[in-house]
């Protein structure tokens, strides 16, 4: 079955950290742009983060640069999120998605194939 499954999520004070994981069954992230997304309670969802298929190109949303880091590892099939200086208005569930793509240098598509179920992240204050 292809699926990608995000893990990583749980319960953190403000300040702290969490690392995000998205795994890819049944298909390789070498071909695919991968995005990291969220949907707080009561919110739209809105983009976090997107890592082309080289790993080179990257984009963060203004509301986490410097804070978050996406990263890939395709010798593992997974992609990471990793979330420093976390805030409670980070807390959302959130969402991994993969699409495939012939450019390696391309993220961010508007469109994506693949998406997980979400993991869910708490920032307490």
């Known amino acids: 079955e292809v699926q990608v499954v995000e893990s990583g999520g749980g319960l953190v004070l403000a300040g702290g950290s969490l690392r995000l994981s998205c795994a890819a069954s049944?298909?390789?992230?070498?071909?695919?742009?991968v995005g990291w997304f969220r949907q707080a309670p009561g919110k739209e969802r809105e983009g976090v983060s997107c890592?082309?298929?080289?790993?080179?190109?990257?984009y963060y949303t203004d509301s986490v640069k410097g804070r978050f880091t996406i990263s890939s590892d395709n010798a593992k099939n997974t992609v990471y999120l990793q979330m420093n200086s976390l805030k409670p208005v980070d807390t959302a569930v959130y969402y991994c998605?993969?699409?495939?793509?012939?450019?390696?240098?391309?993220?961010?598509?508007?469109?994506?194939?693949?998406w997980g179920r979400g993991t869910r992240v708490t920032v307490s204050s």
């Open positions: 998605a993969a699409e495939s793509t012939q450019d390696p240098s391309s993220v961010c598509p508007d469109w994506y194939d693949y």
């Open positions: 049944g298909f390789t992230f070498d071909d695919y742009a």
């Open positions: 890592i082309s298929s080289s790993g080179k190109s990257t």
